[in-house]
């Protein structure tokens, strides 16, 4: 294994059919959008439109396997289809995690154990199934099975480590995303400065960029006396859609740019 610049990345495979995105600086940006998004819109679904955290669990978890059926059959990457999945595993995950510690009220402590065993497995599973963890780049079917079930277990559990914040702490939404950001903070120094594995730092980093992002989403929806700016969920969602697209697109031309 190869420690690059960038957290998590691996050696390419030359000739691989690679089907998911770079880990740059402009991934992490758009992964905590996504994660904001992901917010916003499982709070829409849940409480704005009513729906509960089990009718918005099952819509979301549609949505997920649509997307994810679609992103497996592809025969490369293509960004919009990778960042809709990913929106999937973040609303899919702000979904499970309130599912687990609300309506089956197993509460944070509970429901972020259970989440952390399931991540663990996954990514045991992963390694002593094809040998190797890589996220960057993935080309094999079964490989990829394996990320994104990682993926929507670690956006769980970063929607429950957040929801510990603010709800068992009782963190301000800001100073739950300076806590966040704090730890954040941390993992890119260790990567920079240590030996610690990038994959441990990388999957660290997934975690715990998903309730920095949720932080905000708390931060433009939640009413000015629960400490939010009170936008409403409509509204900030169609806000972060537009801002994520943005930056999918300019991903999408960046990279031919770079490879002139």
């Given at each position: 294994m190869k420690k690059t610049g960038n957290i998590g990345e691996i050696c390419s495979v030359p000739g691989a059919l690679n089907k998911?995105?770079?880990?740059?600086?402009?991934?992490?940006?758009?992964?905590i959008i996504a994660t904001t998004l992901?917010?916003?819109?499982?709070?829409?679904?849940?409480?704005?439109?009513?729906?509960?955290?089990?009718?918005?669990?099952?819509?979301?978890?549609?949505?997920?396997?649509i997307f994810l059926f679609v992103q497996i059959r592809s025969k490369q990457f293509v960004p919009v289809l990778y960042w809709l999945v990913i929106v999937g595993t973040t609303t899919g995950g702000t979904e499970l995690s309130d599912f687990m510690d609300?309506?089956?009220?197993?509460?944070y402590l509970t429901g972020s154990l259970i989440l952390v065993t399931l991540l663990i497995n996954t990514l045991w599973l992963w390694k002593n199934t094809l040998g190797?963890?890589?996220?960057?780049?993935?080309?094999?079917?079964?490989?990829?099975?394996?990320?994104?079930?990682?993926?929507?277990?670690?956006?769980s559990l970063g929607t429950a480590f957040g929801d510990f914040l603010s709800?068992?702490?009782g963190l301000s939404y800001l100073n739950g995303a300076l806590v966040t950001a704090g730890v954040i903070g941390v993992?890119?120094?260790?990567?920079?400065?240590?030996?610690?594995?990038?994959?441990?730092?990388?999957?660290?980093?997934?975690?715990?960029?998903?309730?920095?992002?949720?932080?905000?989403?708390?931060?433009l929806t939640k009413t000015t006396t629960e400490g939010?700016?009170?936008?409403?969920?409509?509204?900030?969602t169609l806000v972060i859609i537009s801002l994520l697209g943005a930056l999918i697109v300019y991903s999408h031309?960046?990279?031919?740019?770079?490879d002139e």
């Amino acid at each position: 294994m190869k420690k690059t610049g960038n957290i998590g990345e691996i050696c390419s495979v030359p000739g691989a059919l690679n089907k998911v995105a770079k880990i740059t600086g402009l991934f992490w940006i758009m992964k905590i959008i996504a994660t904001t998004l992901g917010e916003t819109l499982g709070d829409l679904l849940a409480h704005t439109l009513h729906l509960g955290y089990t009718t918005g669990l099952v819509l979301t978890g549609i949505f997920f396997l649509i997307f994810l059926f679609v992103q497996i059959r592809s025969k490369q990457f293509v960004p919009v289809l990778y960042w809709l999945v990913i929106v999937g595993t973040t609303t899919g995950g702000t979904e499970l995690s309130d599912f687990m510690d609300r309506t089956l009220q197993l509460g944070y402590l509970t429901g972020s154990l259970i989440l952390v065993t399931l991540l663990i497995n996954t990514l045991w599973l992963w390694k002593n199934t094809l040998g190797s963890i890589q996220v960057y780049p993935v080309f094999q079917k079964k490989a990829e099975l394996f990320y994104w079930i990682a993926i929507l277990f670690s956006n769980s559990l970063g929607t429950a480590f957040g929801d510990f914040l603010s709800d068992t702490v009782g963190l301000s939404y800001l100073n739950g995303a300076l806590v966040t950001a704090g730890v954040i903070g941390v993992v890119v120094l260790l990567h920079y400065i240590s030996k610690i594995n990038p994959l441990v730092l990388f999957w660290i980093a997934f975690v715990f960029t998903r309730p920095f992002g949720a932080t905000f989403g708390d931060l433009l929806t939640k009413t000015t006396t629960e400490g939010g700016l009170d936008l409403g969920t409509l509204p900030a969602t169609l806000v972060i859609i537009s801002l994520l697209g943005a930056l999918i697109v300019y991903s999408h031309i960046k990279k031919p740019l770079e490879d002139e």
